[in-house]
T-cell receptor
Framework: LAKTTQPISMDSYEGQEVNITCSHNNIATNDYITWYQQFPSQGPRFIIQGYKTKVTNEVASLFIPADRKSSTLSLPRVSLSDTAVYYC????????????FGGGTRVLVKP | GAVVSQHPSWVICKSGTSVKIECRSL??????MFWYRQFPKQSLMLMAT?????????EQGVEKDKFLINHASLTLSTLTVTSAHPEDSSFYICSARQGDGSPLHFGNGTRLTVT
């Protein structure tokens, strides 16, 4: 299983863009990168998933360089409600494939 | 989208008793479900992989006789914490994929408090 490394915490202000980088040096060919958001006392919520280059949806963008050894989650114009822990997970998307969590990044959005 | 539901959302039990937690995939079938545990201010720790119709696979250090997993149907997996002790107090979360290529979807977790 690919090991991931993220910053422990980040502070930001409302309206700013937040970029969280995840390192995954031993990512395998079949592995995808998936980001989750977790609020206290709730299960993780899927944000975005990608394999290479750039993926964008209505809430975030995911940038993956050509070597795929890292990825960056970009949250545009954050609000106070984006204060949460963000996890980067790396692994294959086979239905029976387990995923392990790294430490995550605690993002605090200030007014 | 795929929905994973857990029940109960919280439970308080006395030391020595057993507690069962249910995990259901509401709008899809899941041959595999995953159980995680999370202590305060920590990340999720994978406990076991639940396989429909067969035995669960436990991660190293997780006691299979203490955390009984049953995956009797394609939409239901249960985790039973047997002879619970205060140190078993934690947040238990299950997850499943809708199919190959889908991301993991997580339930909203079950807060277990053992007194």
């Amino acid at each position: 299983l690919a090991k991931t490394t993220q910053p422990i915490s980040m502070d930001s202000y409302e309206g700013q863009e937040v970029n969280i980088t995840c390192s995954h040096n031993n990512i395998a060919t079949n592995d995808y990168i998936t980001w989750y958001q977790q609020f206290p006392s709730q299960g993780p919520r899927f944000i975005i998933q990608g394999y290479k280059t750039k993926v964008t949806n209505e809430v975030a963008s995911l940038f993956i360089p050509a070597d795929r050894k890292s990825s960056t989650l970009s949250l545009p114009r954050v609000s106070l409600s984006d204060t949460a822990v963000y996890y980067c997970l790396v692994g294959s998307l086979a239905a029976g494939n387990k995923l392990t969590f790294g430490g995550g990044t605690r993002v605090l959005v200030k007014p | 989208g795929a929905v994973v539901s857990q029940h109960p959302s919280w439970v308080i039990c006395k030391s020595g008793t057993s507690v069962k937690i249910e995990c259901r995939s509401l709008d899809f079938q899941a041959t595999t479900m995953f159980w995680y545990r999370q202590f305060p201010k920590q990340s999720l720790m994978l406990m076991a992989t639940s396989n429909e119709g067969s035995k669960a696979t436990y991660e190293q250090g997780v006691e299979k006789d203490k955390f009984l997993i049953n995956h009797a149907s394609l939409t239901l997996s249960t985790l039973t914490v047997t002879s619970a002790h205060p140190e078993d107090s934690s947040f238990y979360i299950c997850s499943a994929r809708q199919g190959d290529g889908s991301p993991l979807h997580f339930g909203n977790g079950t807060r277990l408090t053992v007194t």
